[in-house]
């Protein structure tokens, strides 16, 4: 089950991560977007949140994500996580207005 929610700032998140941990879903599975890179890494970083990698993409998409703008890029790990390519559309125009978009799901 893929969850994504939608939060002003880290400090919203922290709070959104703990609940979603004590709903079952592991730190490993819990990935913090943000439209900014840096940001995306410091937040991840402060809350032991992890970017959607190899693992989630596989390598071809991986690889293709060094090539692609931004935007395209956050759209491609969104859709890795498990959210279709409306909702991961949507997901990054709430990026875009500097939101942090949280998406957790289970394996």
């Known amino acids: 089950m893929t969850v994504k929610l939608t939060v002003e700032n880290a400090l919203q998140a922290k709070q959104e991560v703990e609940k979603l941990e004590s709903q079952g879903y592991s730190k490993d599975h819990i990935h913090i977007f943000a439209h900014f890179k840096e940001r995306a ?9 992890k970017d959607v990698g190899l693992k989630e993409q596989g390598l071809l998409d991986s690889m293709k994500n060094i090539f692609t703008s931004r935007g395209d890029e956050l759209r491609n ?11 991961a559309a949507a997901a990054e125009a709430e990026l875009d ?6 998406i957790a799901h289970k394996k």
Request: hydrophobic share 35%; glycine share 8%; charged share 40%.
């Open 77 to 87: 790990k969104m859709e890795a996580t498990g959210l279709s390519k409306e909702e």
């Open 41 to 49: 890494d410091d937040i991840n970083d402060a809350l032991d949140t």
């Open 97 to 102: 207005k500097g939101k942090l978009i949280i």
